[in-house]
């Protein structure tokens, strides 16, 4: 019930998935807060058990255990520009929050929701139906 990462290749009837935790993987991503505090979620180099949530507003109000969801979005002049994402996936949750972190770097650490290393199958999102604003997980 989280996000791993996008496929990148498929062959036949087999798929190469790029990971979350992959150094050329980025997605725009916010805390479940009452601000909607968003910036664009990272891999953090070293540790694979790890997300850093970056740029964000130095005005955040973020605190340990927050859920971070994918932010989805779309341009309001250019429809074509949106997120490959739609909002509400859930990612991961804010692990321990270093106030200095947050205020001179703009960044969280996260944990993510799925066992990266060890999961049997996956569901792929391919469009999103008509009508949906958000995503939800079952």
Do not use: M, W
């Not at 150094?23 to 979620?41: P, T, W």
């Not at 507003?57 to 779309?74: C, D, M």
């Not at 996260?110 to 199958?121: G, K, M, N, T, W």
Request: net charge positive; glycine share 8%.
């Amino acid at each position: 019930g989280a996000l791993v990462g996008k496929v990148t290749s498929v062959q036949g009837s087999s798929s190469i998935v790029t990971l979350i935790t992959d150094h050329s993987y980025s997605v725009a991503a916010q805390v479940l807060n009452a601000r909607g505090d968003s910036g664009v979620l990272v891999p953090a180099v070293g540790n694979p058990n790890q997300l850093l949530l970056q740029s964000l507003p130095n005005h955040a109000s973020i605190s340990t255990g927050q859920q971070v969801v994918t932010a989805g979005f779309q341009s309001s002049t250019s429809p074509i520009l949106q997120s490959l994402y739609p909002p509400g996936i859930p990612i991961g949750t804010v692990l321990p929050v270093s106030q200095n972190e947050l205020l001179n770097n703009g960044q969280v650490t996260v944990s993510p929701l799925a066992d990266i290393r060890h999961f049997d199958s996956v569901q792929i999102l391919t469009r999103p139906r008509a009508g949906t604003a958000r995503a939800s997980v079952k």
